[in-house]
T-cell receptor, first 112, second 115 residues
Framework: RKEVEQDPGPFNVPEGATVAFNCTYSNSASQSFFWYRQDCRKEPKLLMSVYSSGNEDGRFTAQLNRASQYISLLIRDSKLSDSATYLCVVNFYSNSGYALNFGKGTSLLVTP | DAGVTQSPTHLIKTRGQHVTLRCSPISGHKSVSWYQQVLGQGPQFIFQYYEKEERGRGNFPDRFSARQFPNYSSELNVNALLLGDSALYLC??????????????FGQGTRLTVV
């Protein structure tokens, strides 16, 4: 089982739609959680950290459920510029030491 | 204020050769991590260094090695290149707090092609 699993996607949505991405992780000792955005052939860029209390940044809302080992990202009022791959990232200490573990990413295409 | 810088941006090597990739972290950040990203996959962890010590190592063969210098810059070395080493190599800069990894900031990557 992969350590971080995401919705396979791709998600094709019209402008203005609300879209939700889900992610599960296997290591219950995970310490910190993030969503990154990656545009085609570019580096990942931090979108937001994820906290147990939930957090919101404009149109973006992230939630963490430690009991279920589940992370979500909600995007409201989608814009064309939101088209990208969204990476769920979990940090934990394992036999490999400290590492950020990435999901495979979920592709989002927002259409006019 | 400079972000994470990596060099070179693109590289073509032949099988069996050796490659060195370089990374300078954000000023004030003492941790550098290296990741390999192949097309269609998320980045895979290779190494993390903090204060010049190896703090983590992913599931990569011994052909992969790295080090961190006193100025916190880092090199990733790959020996005996294979076709399968073709990928985007990403360097990430962070400043752990209380031993916990915080958010990481990535350089633009080095795109390595092995022919």
């Amino acid at each position: 089982r992969k350590e971080v699993e995401q919705d396979p996607g791709p998600f094709n949505v019209p402008e203005g739609a609300t879209v939700a991405f889900n992610c599960t992780y296997s290591n219950s000792a995970s310490q910190s959680f993030f969503w990154y955005r990656q545009d085609c052939r570019k580096e990942p860029k931090l979108l937001m950290s994820v906290y147990s209390s939930g957090n919101e940044d404009g149109r973006f809302t992230a939630q963490l459920n430690r009991a279920s080992q589940y992370i979500s990202l909600l995007i409201r009022d989608s814009k064309l510029s939101d088209s990208a791959t969204y990476l769920c990232v979990v940090n934990f200490y394992s036999n490999s030491g400290y590492a950020l573990n990435f999901g495979k990413g979920t592709s989002l295409l927002v259409t006019p | 204020d400079a972000g994470v810088t990596q060099s070179p941006t693109h590289l073509i090597k032949t099988r069996g050769q050796h490659v060195t990739l370089r990374c300078s972290p954000i000023s004030g950040h003492k941790s550098v991590s290296w990741y390999q990203q192949v097309l269609g996959q998320g980045p895979q962890f290779i190494f993390q260094y903090y204060e010049k010590e190896e703090r983590g190592r992913g599931n990569f063969p011994d052909r992969f090695s790295a080090r961190q210098f006193p100025n916190y810059s880092s090199e990733l070395n790959v020996n005996a290149l294979l076709l399968g080493d073709s990928a985007l190599y990403l360097c990430a800069s962070s400043q752990p707090r209380g031993g916990v990894n915080t958010e990481a900031f990535f350089g633009q990557g080095t795109r390595l092609t092995v022919v």
